[in-house]
């Protein structure tokens, strides 16, 4: 979506018309259910999440000046909605705490999510070596579950949704250094969970 | 500069964060420093294996969520601003004080009251004119 056409949009739904909002959400729905999906390893919690953010991205819409991107904008209420879901989990009342749960329907309704996939990998290739990029794949999503959950937020918004370094340090309130830092760090530790170089090749 | 101190410039290298000048200052480490230049290659390895996210869930699902998200759009009223969210608390709190401040006052004014009567029915009375007479009077029969 052109940048101004996005303007027009945010403008119409500032001022309360849902139809400019349908645009929006198409826009972004992917990008933050995506990164839910990352953070929490749940489609039907990624999902209540994701309609969860954009309710709150409505409600809070007019407050939206502008001094940041709207996406910068609307991650952040996303890192909010699942920050706030693992504290709620830790404590094991996750389940209570979204919206409304999905109905039976809905839930049926879902193809099953497949997880992050490698963007190369081609249908009509050699069994043996799809095999093989599937366990490393799981290996690697194992690397990055074991992240604490600053840089494993960091890593989400940086590599899977291409959010710039300053869009991050921006949403989630930290300087740029330190985002630095924690991809420096979850780099580091991935790497040494995946067991170096001559292991990863 | 250890190349513990490098690793964020590294990690910011990988997907081409770093400023011209950074960028520089590390090109020119990296060809003295082999660990460095081991560790780029391998997150390079790892990361090749992540690929880009892209997830195979079906058109239908993105439509269905899309009409719930609308469908529970709640409606925006011009007030609706005063009895949500963060001004909910500060408007009750404001509406607090200025209570807690009027009973306050009208208590003070209660107590002054008799005084202030009195007061007035003397000059409704005009008897402050004749206060020297009646306190003649009472010197009298005192007397």
């Known amino acids: 979506m052109e940048p101004v056409e996005e303007q027009r949009l945010i403008e119409r739904a500032r001022k309360g018309e849902a139809d400019a909002f349908g645009p929006i959400i198409t ?136 959010l710039s370094l300053k869009e991050i340090a921006q949403l989630m309130g930290i ?27 | 500069m250890s190349c513990e101190s490098w690793g964020p410039l590294l990690a910011a ?23 460095c230049r081991t560790q780029l290659e391998s997150w390079h390895a790892a990361l090749s294996m992540a690929g880009s996210k892209s997830n195979q869930l079906d058109e239908s699902f993105w439509i269905r969520q899309k009409a719930s998200i609308l469908a529970q759009l709640p409606e925006r009223s011009s007030g609706g601003w005063l009895v949500r969210g963060r001004w909910l608390a500060p408007t009750l709190v404001m509406g607090l004080v200025v209570m807690t401040g009027w009973g306050l006052h009208r208590q003070s004014v209660r107590r002054d009251l008799p005084i202030a009567q009195n007061m007035d029915m003397l000059q409704n009375m005009d008897m402050l004119s004749h206060l020297d007479v009646l306190e003649a009077m009472d010197q009298t029969e005192a007397q």
Request: glycine content about 6%; some cysteine; hydrophobic content about 40%.
């Open chain 2, 13 to 35: 290298e990988i997907y081409g964060d770093n400023s011209e000048a950074d960028q520089r200052a590390l090109k020119e480490h990296l060809l003295a420093c082999a660990p």
């Open chain 1, 175 to 201: 300087a740029e250094g330190s985002v630095k830092a924690h991809l420096f760090h979850a780099l580091e530790k991935m790497r040494k969970f995946l067991g170096g170089p001559s292991d990863v090749l």
């Open chain 1, 27 to 162: 826009a972004y729905q992917r990008k933050v259910f995506n990164f839910i999906m990352g953070m929490t390893h749940d489609p039907t919690i990624a999902d209540e999440l994701t309609q969860e953010v954009f309710l709150k991205a409505w409600t809070a819409l007019p407050r939206f000046r502008g001094e940041s991107q709207f996406q910068t904008w609307l991650f952040q209420i996303a890192l909010n909605a699942t920050r706030s879901w693992g504290r709620w989990k830790k404590i094991g009342l996750a389940r209570f705490v979204s919206l409304s749960g999905p109905t039976e329907a809905e839930v049926s309704d879902k193809t099953e999510y497949q997880g992050p996939q490698v963007a190369d990998r081609d249908p009509g290739a050699d069994p043996a070596r799809q095999t093989e990029s599937a366990a490393l794949q799981a290996q690697l999503s194992r690397a990055i579950e074991q992240l604490p959950p600053r840089e494993k937020e960091v890593f989400h918004l940086r590599h899977y949704e291409d």
